[in-house]
Nanobody, 121 residues
Framework: QVQLVESGGGLVQPGGSLRLSCAAS????????IGWFRQAPGKEREKISC????????RYTDSVKGRFTISRDHAKNTVYLQMNNLKPEDTAVYYC??????????????WGQGTQVTVSS
């Protein structure tokens, strides 16, 4: 059974850090573009970062550029999102997704179940 499982969310104060993990089972993340998305209450889901299938390219939406870093550990079949200098507006449910057609595509092959990130003092 193919699954993506996110972990690492939680409650953090403004300025703090979290590292989200996206672990795959039932298939390999190698050679698959992986995107991180988030959905805040009352807002549409947005793509915030993506790593290309060959790891050569990473992308970030402007609101997280310079604060978030996406990376991949092939040995662990896991993609990470390091989030630093978190702000209250980063509060959302964070999802990872497998993008078989690449970072520029909108089609998602698999979604994770999501992990809640809350930034509050």
């Amino acid at each position: 059974q193919v699954q993506l499982v996110e972990s690492g969310g939680g409650l953090v104060q403004p300025g703090g850090s979290l590292r989200l993990s996206c672990a795959a089972s039932g298939f390999t993340l190698d050679y698959t573009a992986i995107g991180w998305f988030r959905q805040a209450p009352g807002k549409e889901r947005e793509k915030i970062s993506c790593i290309s299938s060959n790891d050569y390219s990473t992308r970030y939406t402007d609101s997280v550029k310079g604060r978030f870093t996406i990376s991949r550990d092939h040995a662990k079949n896991t993609v990470y999102l390091q989030m630093n200098n978190l702000k209250p507006e980063d509060t959302a449910v964070y999802y990872c997704a497998a993008l078989g057609l690449g970072c520029g595509a909108s089609e998602v092959d698999y979604w994770g179940q999501g992990t809640q990130v809350t930034v509050s003092s």
